[in-house]
């Protein structure tokens, strides 16, 4: 019943700390200008226009995909706003991708964006809420303690988090857009960073970026008449569960679990880490590596961090993970999903220049948001399902 | 024509008020159980769950992350949110089920529009660099556009009056509204501006809200309810938000919107318009070329009860409930975003 | 150059107030607060026991909660984390640590300070209490605790996985 559907082109600023050089119509362009010039489109081609970002407090403009209409162009188009917290990046390429799926349009342009040096970041993670008990300190404070769970379970040597954040900033020196480029990281520097929220150290947890991610999808009849490579959307899955209830699993949560299940089974894929050459994960914190290696599929239950010291997960591993240098090393939060949609597909498109994995035909994005609780997912590839 | 055939089954609204001290989850969690309850399907059986609302509004960023305590998401469920009125989730849903990938889909929303100073806060939807440091007020905005309306002979002041007087009336045949009076519009005129050319009545009553609805597709809508309100067509445009850069006088997004979700193409027994404000309402029936048959807010609209973010899924509540009760067969449902009508989302429903 | 050309970002406060309810099922709780009382709500779908009564709502049910149930005072740490970076707002010095505890007779964990012992010696199974502030300090909230401290009793296996709330 539904179209198939293709990235046709893909856009990203320069991640920074602060873009004061820009206004936020300004780097919402930069990606979307790039993005239409590697589709070889112009915005007059562009049908309809879904957005996502994560919580307006962060730049203190309500809802502004209305006000960001004159510079999309978008006078008489459609456009449509996702938010679902840290996944949303994820999940507007999607909402993005069923518009072309269902036959609506044929051309959909989609951007995720954060400008949060706009605002305070730390702040909009943990406004107090009244009544209750002000404690943990942003998103380190509420996701530390879940990671020292999955150390005491896994048994995992407590270097891998720093290995994973080396790997991670590493890589990002191979992708010109990434926001941090720190090239002089080796692992017994890492073991000295100091600890932010124990066990998480200060390498391992990920920047406060300004940037945006535009991608340009095409349905099936006008992307198999278009130049140029393209990235086939294979699969898209999406899952959500509670933030908290007795008894929840907040390792490994279920709802992560399903998500990737529902992708494989789409997809057709039954041994992910065998059949998926690439995957572009949500790792804010360096240990979500090993935790989400399991949680998706990839790895056993704990042995997720052997993968990451055995080198799987490295660039010239047999399953590279964050080839881009990840949320680790670049986090505007609501583009970062797109981030992962779009690094996918630019592997299989073959266009991640000095970070591209050989032969990648198949790689998975991924982006989860809230308390370990929203999840999407998509899977593509370079030849049609 | 759409591929599949989409129809709205069951609606539950919350009486609106003002002031409510429940929390939005507690304002959420009974329409939804209701919707359920009126087609008696399994929670289970849901295959997408979308919710519309807004940050700031509720005060709080992700503040939507609460509302999936109230659907029961355990065992995980599919589930997404926009950042805006669930009419537009509704329309993310309908477009989830064009895709095949579920039949049966449940979408709410929520605004607890008198916990914070709306008319500030929906400042903050400008242009953040030239526009919402002058702090104009949503409001002062609307009757920027009346007043160039009054000017261009579109409209009189009286004819604003008759759109208050006539909510005012059918709002008393309708539970959920929360503002209703037998007034007449000669009444009305005599009443003193608030933000002239704008006297109170002129603007939607900010009310506490929440509303769910169930879509369903084919023979699957067929068997949760005796007369589904099929959607025919569903569509929605923006235009520039740049104050003077269109025509003040007229909503070409909603004309778009119209014609695209079909609504030329035989009469329309009801017309549901989100129009907050009464001038709003006469701009809107010209854009979409109502004609005098049209019925136009039986249930009094948003002007007499205004949830913000649940306001434009009232109207195809209010909508879908004429074609379930037999009263209408061919109705129109509308929402809209942004000053001065700025986006709209036109949907057309039928009875079998 | 004209003055103009050196503009390059405005600094805009925006300050905005409302009004936050607690609603109406949190009012045992929050008047067990004001009376040193620690009380959680029961669901009558699943019969968990929540505290905090999180908007009064059972996640898995979906069902408003029930029954009050009083919890604690003692409890266990699930899980911890030993916070060291300072934020906007914070109150308390570092380092500090953050725990999970589940209250004797709850079915879920809370957040809260543990004090009044080296943040190296805190660890997953650990019995606790509260600390409560001088009585005139109270309102209607978690904060009149104002920390947990360790009680002396030997560590507590629940049978919970790590890292499961």
């Known amino acids: 019943m539904a179209d198939l559907c293709a990235v046709v082109g893909v856009g990203q600023t320069k991640h920074a700390s602060c873009r004061a050089d820009v206004s936020i119509a300004g780097l919402v362009r930069e990606a979307v200008d790039r993005a239409l010039a590697d589709a070889n489109i112009g915005i007059d081609d562009v049908d309809a226009i879904v957005i996502g970002k994560a919580p307006d407090p962060l730049e203190g403009v309500a809802m502004p995909e209305l006000w960001l209409a004159d510079a999309l162009a978008a006078h008489g188009k459609p456009v449509f706003r996702v938010h679902t917290a840290g996944s949303v990046g994820g999940s507007t390429a999607i909402v993005a991708a069923q518009h072309v799926m269902a036959g609506i349009h044929g051309t959909v342009l989609t951007v995720g964006f954060e400008k949060q040096s706009d605002g305070n970041a730390m702040w909009a993670l943990s406004v107090p809420i009244p009544f209750g008990m002000p404690v943990h300190a942003g998103a380190g404070g509420y996701f530390s303690p879940i990671v020292r769970g999955y150390i005491k379970r896994s048994g995992a040597p407590s270097h891998i988090g720093a290995m994973v954040a080396v790997k991670d900033r590493t890589n990002a020196c191979k992708n010109p857009y990434a926001h941090l480029h720190e090239p002089d990281w080796t692992l017994e520097k890492a073991l000295e960073s100091p600890m932010m929220w124990d066990p998480i150290r200060f390498v391992e947890t990920c920047p406060s970026s300004d940037g945006a991610m535009a991608l340009v999808i095409m349905s099936e009849e006008r992307a198999d008449k278009h130049a140029g490579p393209k990235a086939w959307v294979h699969a898209t899955a999406m899952r959500s569960e509670p933030t908290a209830f007795a008894g929840r699993e907040q390792v490994s949560p279920r709802a992560g679990e399903m998500c990737a299940e529902d992708l494989w089974r789409k997809g057709g894929i039954t041994n992910p880490a065998k059949e998926v050459d690439v995957a572009e994960i949500y790792v804010p914190f360096a240990w979500f590596e090993p935790m989400w290696l399991e949680n998706l599929g990839f790895a056993p239950r704990n042995e997720g961090w052997r993968w990451v010291e055995d080198g799987v997960t490295d660039i010239g591993g047999s399953l590279p993970i964050n080839p881009s240098g990840g949320v680790m090393s670049t986090n505007p939060i609501g583009a970062s999903g797109m981030l992962r949609f779009g690094e996918a597909a630019m592997q299989v498109m073959g266009k991640a220049g000095e970070h591209q994995i050989d032969g990648a035909r198949k790689a998975v994005g991924h982006a989860y948001g809230g308390g370990s609780q929203f999840f999407a997912m998509w899977l593509v590839s370079s030849s049609k399902p | ?352 | 150059m004209s003055e103009a050309d050196g503009i390059m970002r405005l600094r805009q406060p925006i300050s905005v107030t409302y009004n936050w309810s607690a609603g109406p099922n949190a009012t045992s709780h929050l008047n067990g607060l004001l009376d040193g009382t620690l009380v959680g709500k029961r669901c009558p779908g699943c019969s968990l026991v929540y505290f905090p009564p999180r908007n009064g709502v059972c996640p898995k049910c979906a069902r408003i909660l029930g029954a009050d149930v009083v919890v604690g005072p003692r409890g266990t740490i699930t899980t911890f984390c030993v916070v060291n970076v300072p934020f906007l707002g914070q109150k308390i010095k570092l380092p500090y640590v953050a725990a999970q505890i589940l209250l004797d007779g709850a079915d879920i964990s809370m957040q809260h300070l543990i004090q009044e012992c080296e943040a190296s010696d805190v660890r997953i199974g650990m019995r606790v209490e509260p600390v409560w502030k001088d009585r005139s300090e109270w309102g209607p909230s978690l904060e009149n605790i104002a920390h947990f401290r360790p009680t002396g009793e030997p560590d507590r296996d629940m049978g919970v996985e790590a890292g499961a709330s």
């Open chain 2, 1 to 352: 024509m759409p591929r599949r055939d989409v129809a709205i089954v069951a609606t539950a609204q919350r009486p609106n008020e003002v002031g409510s001290t429940l929390t939005s989850v507690e304002l959420i969690l009974p329409v939804i159980n209701d919707v359920i309850a009126k087609v008696g399907i399994e929670r289970q059986k849901i295959g997408f769950w979308c919710h519309g609302s807004c940050d700031y509004m509720s005060g709080q960023p992700f503040s939507f992350v609460a509302a999936v305590d109230a659907i029961g998401a355990w065992p995980p469920i599919v589930e997404s949110h926009v950042e805006g009125d669930g009419a537009l989730a509704l329309y993310e849903a309908w477009v989830k089920i064009q895709t095949g990938e579920c039949d049966v889909a449940l979408v709410f929303s929520n605004g607890k529009t008198t916990s914070g100073p709306i008319d500030r806060i929906l400042n903050l939807q400008a242009d953040p660099y030239v526009v919402t440091p002058l702090w104009p007020g949503f409001d002062s905005l609307a009757a920027l556009q009346a007043r160039a309306c009054l000017d261009a002979g579109v409209l009189t002041e009286a004819d604003m009056a008759e759109v208050a007087a006539r909510s005012y009336r059918d709002a008393l045949n309708n539970p959920i509204a929360y503002a209703k009076e037998n007034v007449t519009a000669e009444q009305l005129l005599a009443r003193p501006y608030t933000t002239a050319p704008l006297r109170a009545h002129d603007c939607g009553v900010p009310v506490d809200g929440a509303n769910a609805i169930i879509l369903a597709a084919g023979d699957a809508a067929r068997s949760l309810a005796e007369r589904p309100a099929w959607i025919r067509g569903i569509d929605h445009r923006i235009d520039t938000q740049r104050l003077g850069a269109r025509s003040m006088t007229e909503s070409s997004s909603a004309a778009i919107a119209a014609v695209k979700a079909g609504v030329g193409d035989d009469r329309i027994d009801i017309a549901e318009l989100h129009a907050p404000y009464t001038h709003q309402e006469i701009l809107l029936r010209r854009a979409m070329n109502l004609g005098e048959g049209t019925h136009v807010n039986p249930s009094g609209g948003a002007l007499v009860s205004n949830p913000a973010m649940a306001a434009g899924l009232a109207r195809f509540a209010e909508a879908a409930e004429s074609v379930f009760s037999g009263s209408a067969d061919r109705v129109l449902a509308h929402c809209t975003s942004g000053p001065m009508l700025q986006q709209n989302l036109v949907c057309v429903m039928e009875g079998e």
